[in-house]
């Protein structure tokens, strides 16, 4: 079965036109994640959902907040199905 095709309101880059079609959501693709800095941390979603993106980096934020008092977290390339908060 095929996934859902999805709609990307911004692209993982400056030339990208708002509201174009993009790739499919992955649910194979893992999100990855690096530490830029000890306070910055980059997060690849490669397609997943934002909530597998979040469950994945909230974590590592914390934890850096904690060592350094604050923390920034980027994602990129990742879809979302709903608020990217929790409520």
């Known amino acids: 079965m095929k996934s859902p095709r999805v709609t990307s309101m911004a692209g993982s880059d400056s030339t990208t036109t708002i509201?174009?079609?993009?790739?499919?959501?992955?649910?194979k693709a893992r999100p990855e994640i690096k530490k830029i800095?000890?306070?910055?941390?980059?997060?690849?979603?490669?397609?997943?959902?934002?909530?597998i993106?979040?469950?994945?980096s909230i974590p590592e934020l914390v934890k850096a907040a904690?060592?350094?008092g604050v923390a920034v977290l980027a994602i990129n390339n990742s879809h979302h199905m709903a608020a990217m908060w929790p409520e």
């Open 53 to 56: 993106v979040l469950n994945k």
């Open 37 to 51: 800095s000890p306070s910055v941390i980059k997060v690849l979603g490669n397609n997943c959902l934002a909530p």
């Open 19 to 27: 509201g174009r079609s993009s790739e499919f959501a992955s649910d």
């Open 66 to 68: 904690k060592e350094n």
